[in-house]
């Protein structure tokens, strides 16, 4: 198993500039480039990679910067996949949630063309050594959990197994190597679909389309252990358990339990980002499952608020982990990104710096210096 470069980490996507998001509306309004966007997305990304190291932290990303959403982006250019805009539902108290969008797969699954190979390219050129430049790409279970069978074309795949999760697996391991080659050493897969599963409005939701909410985790870590086997040596593979993080707010909640064994014992994963920033996440007992060799990296920071988080607390808080895991297998991260998708959640820009610090500073002093 590979080992984070650090017992702080971060799990991508930060607030972006304003400068970027006017550039974007340029370009959605046809009066600037694809091209002079993307000079405009490079002057970003190298601000954000400075802040990144300003701060402190050892794993550095592009901020998700080129992305509208974490998901959809990179799923759209994966060859056989269709994917359309989700839409901002307003709810009845005045909130608003993101209609899931609906991805499907129309064709075989294939990797079309290098997705992530210049974008990685470019944030390597800009981090400073004695950094990892991390690259964080949407879970291919994306690819089922959403539609299930139906989302699925029969013409392509009249059966799933194994054709549809071994094609899958293959697009992402040719993603993996093209990245390898570039120079990439941490990938991280974000995945909303175990999450999910442990929330007991979202199991129905997969009963209703004609799937088993147990025995669903165990299919996904096969499938996520399909990809394993194709990624490079040398390659740390982690995964993000997200529960939803669209304008500060969440899609689902509950115990990790239902989960735990499968995410934890049966699928080879080096790392596992787990949110843990207030009580929809349970406790700590499905840690219990962690086999030596694999990280946890606790999410108690949150990124939907500003308010700070006690240093105190969150020592508490690791100790109650380490009651459950080893405390040489834990680190410290916020619960998501800052900015899952282009809207930002709502918190303010220095907000970011002091969480991130609060991190590290924590981490340092549980753990000892790097």
């Known amino acids: 198993m590979m080992k984070l470069p650090a017992r702080y980490d971060h799990v991508g996507s930060f607030l972006r ?22 000079t405009v997305e490079d002057q970003a990304i190298a601000e954000i990679v400075k802040f990144q190291e300003d701060v402190g932290l050892k794993s550095i ?18 060859g056989g996949v269709k ?56 879970s291919p279970t994306m690819l089922h959990f959403r539609g299930g069978r139906a989302g699925i074309s029969k013409d392509a795949y009249p059966e799933l197994e194994p054709a549809f999760y071994d094609d899958v697996a293959k697009a992402y391991g040719d993603e993996l190597r093209s990245l390898y080659e570039a120079g990439c ?11 999910y599963l442990c929330d007991e409005k979202m199991r129905e939701a997969a009963r209703q389309r004609g799937d088993d909410p147990n ?44 989960v735990a064994e499968a995410l934890l014992k049966e699928m080879d994963i080096d790392a596992y980002f787990m949110e843990y920033d207030d009580e929809r996440s349970g406790d700590f007992r499905p840690l219990r499952y ?18 700070l988080e006690s240093k105190d607390g969150l020592k508490r808080r690791i100790e109650e982990a380490a009651k459950y895991a080893p405390m040489e297998q834990l680190a410290l991260s916020p619960q998501c990104g800052f900015s899952s998708t282009v809207h930002g959640n709502n918190i303010a820009v220095e907000d970011q710096r002091n969480k991130l610090r609060l991190v590290i500073e924590t981490a340092r002093e549980m753990w000892g210096e790097d």
């Open 17 to 38: 500039p304003k400068f970027l998001l006017d550039a974007r509306a340029r370009k959605a309004k046809g009066e600037i480039t694809a091209a002079q966007l993307r």
């Open 61 to 78: 990303t592009d901020g998700e910067f080129r992305r509208t959403y974490f998901h959809i982006d990179f799923l759209e250019q994966l």
């Open 83 to 138: 994917t359309d805009i989700p839409v901002t539902i307003r709810k009845p108290d005045g909130s608003e949630e993101l209609a899931p969008p609906v991805i499907r797969v129309i064709d075989k699954v294939r990797h079309a063309k290098d997705i992530q190979r210049a974008d990685f390219e470019y944030l390597k050129s800009q981090v400073s050594a004695g950094r990892t430049p991390k690259v964080t790409i949407p």
């Open 185 to 195: 050493r941490y990938v991280q897969m974000d995945d909303t679909n175990l999450a």
């Open 215 to 258: 025995e669903l985790p165990h299919r996904y870590a096969k499938f996520i252990n399909k990809v394993v086997a194709q990624k490079p040596q040398g390659m740390l593979l982690a995964m993000h358990l997200c529960r939803g993080n669209f304008k500060s707010t969440h899609a689902a909640a509950g115990n990790y339990e239902p």
């Open 290 to 307: 962690l086999p030596k060799g694999k990280t946890v990296v606790l999410g108690l920071v949150t990124t939907k608020f500003g308010q």
